[in-house]
């Protein structure tokens, strides 16, 4: 069980820190374009900050039931959804939404790195727990960690 | 905990260095690029127009035109030229204010000598050029204004707050603000001429030794009639040099005492260490290991640990640096422009070198009073 919680705490802690950064670490710009009907839209980087909150959300959510579940296929089942997760929290700013052009906006100057950092990182943390998690099982074969 | 405290030496140091190191670009290009050795702003706006030099603070101010052309002419002034500063509300993506610069082609002799190295030809009424951190390539169109401008030429990197700026014919530039919705709320001083306003006066003096006797004399002469102020730009070069001075000190201060934190910590742990492993040491003297290859042995332990711990220092402030290079320059505050490649390859080999060398420097000494110890003491129980 304690072997469990030290695996799933860092994601929590992580999905917590993706989902918060475009909102108080490194908040995206607050205003809005006009579009030839006149009407007044978010930036694209309004978006990439909702997509950054779903997305922590989920990789927080995913450090829970790693943290308690008990099977330890399960647990590895949920480390390996966290690699594409972490994928995309650095693709959202990236490539698949983006962010403003301008080189001073603060979406550029601060969200941009920060979400693609904690991304990067999401997934190497992920990879390195999916390692330790399949050889700790095929190490205890047989036997509940 | 050893591989982090040299982690931790080696993070700052590095960072420290970088930092340094683009705040000194930053001066140094500013002193070659600003040209004028006087800037005569309206009186009260003499911190703006630092802020827009050097952060890129978008300002409006505004100057008699007719004041230039009293310099001209004037003992102790060489060249003059005067620029009009328009803080645009609008440019494409987002609502972040443009600094629109309007210079004089004809007379300007700050901005047009750096253009000259991207743009050999005069701009059109409808081209502008940008700094490097405004978005858009030469071909590209612009809207200032509501009116579409087409970027003629991107300036290189300069640090300064001519990166964020737009350059258009002076002109245009007053045209351009006339015609705007900002006309009306312009407060343009009373008298002031609507086709010759400026917002600041370049001055290069005669004898640059001689600038501020210069200075002073214009004011005497003109300062009630313009209502005048200016900055000395040695004086502004020499103020930011003086705090990249209290930053060096500050960091190479925080960065020895790291460093021997580092050195008396591993050689704390080292020198523990050492201790409990006395029979393994004393097996490998029985198998035939000499002296010296046993202080090699665990010289090279500590190589490695102090080199991991480098590595993990310089990616750690690599992953922080690079990133976050255009946030880091937004809160410095101060001129700054990132070293080259060369320059970072030899701080990050420095640094390297000194957080490497931490783990042999700490344990030397205590390698060197084990292998002069007797082989026999290393195997007694009670040792």
Known sequence: MKRSLFAGLPFI????????????????????VTAASGAFLPMKCFWTARAALGCGGVIACAGIIIALASSPGVRLGA?????????????FPTVLIGVCQNEMMPCRMGTLPAL?????FAGALALITALWLHRQLRNNKGETP | MLVAIVALFALILF????????????????ADRLGADILFVPHGYEKSIQGSLLRGEPSSFYLDGAFEKQLRGMEGIEKTTSQLFVASLQAPCCTLPVQIIGIDPKTDFVVRPWMNTVLTRPMA???????????????EKLSLFGREFTIAARLDATGMGFDTSVFMDIDRARRLLLASDLASRMNLP??????????????KAAAPGKARETANAVLQRHALDYNLDFVMVAAMVSDISGRLADFSHLFYGLS????????????LVFSMALNERKKEFGVMRA???????????????????????????LVLAGAVLFPFEAYIHARLRMPSLFPGIAALIAAMGGTFLLAALTGPLACIFSAIRLARSETCLFLREDC
Do not use: K
């Open chain 2, 287 to 313: 198998l035939g290991a000499s002296r010296v290859q046993l202080v090699g042995i665990i010289l090279r332990e500590s190589l490695l640990v102090s080199s991991a711990g480098a590595v993990l220092g």
């Open chain 2, 15 to 30: 960072s420290g260095a970088v930092t340094g190191e683009s705040v000194g670009n930053g001066t140094r290009i500013m």
């Open chain 2, 125 to 139: 009424d409808s081209e502008i050029a940008v700094g490097s951190r405004i978005a858009g390539g030469p071909g």
């Open chain 2, 190 to 203: 009373e008298g002031l001429a609507r086709t010759s306003f400026v917002s600041s006066t370049l001055v």
């Open chain 1, 116 to 120: 693609c950092l904690l991304g990067t």
């Open chain 1, 13 to 32: 802690a992580l999905g917590l820190l993706i989902a918060a950064t475009p909102y108080c670490l490194f908040p995206v710009c607050a205003g809005h």
């Open chain 1, 79 to 91: 480390v390996l959804a966290l690699l594409p997760l972490g994928a995309l929290v650095a693709a």
């Open chain 2, 256 to 267: 020895c005492l790291l460093w021997l934190l580092a050195v008396g910590v591993l050689a």
